[in-house]
Nanobody, 124 residues
Framework: FQLVESGGGLVQPGGSLRLSCAAS????????IGWFRQAPGKEREGVSC????????YYADSVKGRFTVSRDNAKSASYLQMNSLKPEDTGVYYC??????????????????WGQGTQVTVSS
């Protein structure tokens, strides 16, 4: 199993970034994908997730209307489009996989495999 995030970087407030999560060594379509972030000195928090079978989507309240999660099973990839970025969006962003979602993304502990993360810095 391997998950590799990319697309992070430095962006000004109000800008956009598109993160990618590339999967290899397994069939991504069987799993739900979660996106998390961790800011310095803070706990890891869930940002968004997308289910495996029915494509259900969930977002944290802090990113609703600004972030869009998607997946392309043919390419074994997931994407997180982030618009109208704010300084408080700064952190290391991770993708992770779990079995099917319930009524929400669920806690980080429900995800059994993680990528190494990609840094997102929103600053002027």
């Amino acid at each position: 199993f391997q998950l590799v995030e990319s697309g992070g970087g430095l962006v000004q407030p109000g800008g956009s970034l598109r993160l990618s999560c590339a999967a290899s060594g397994f069939t991504l379509e069987y799993y739900a994908i979660g996106w998390f972030r961790q800011a310095p000195g803070k706990e890891r928090e869930g940002v968004s997730c997308i289910n495996s079978s029915d494509g259900r989507l969930y977002y944290a309240d802090s990113v609703k209307g600004r972030f869009t999660v998607s997946r392309d099973n043919a390419k074994s990839a997931s994407y997180l489009q982030m618009n109208s970025l704010k300084p408080e969006d700064t952190g290391v962003y991770y993708c992770a996989i779990r079995n099917a979602l319930g009524s929400s993304c669920g806690p980080a502990a429900a995800y059994f495999y993680w990528g190494q993360g990609t840094q997102v810095t929103v600053s002027s």
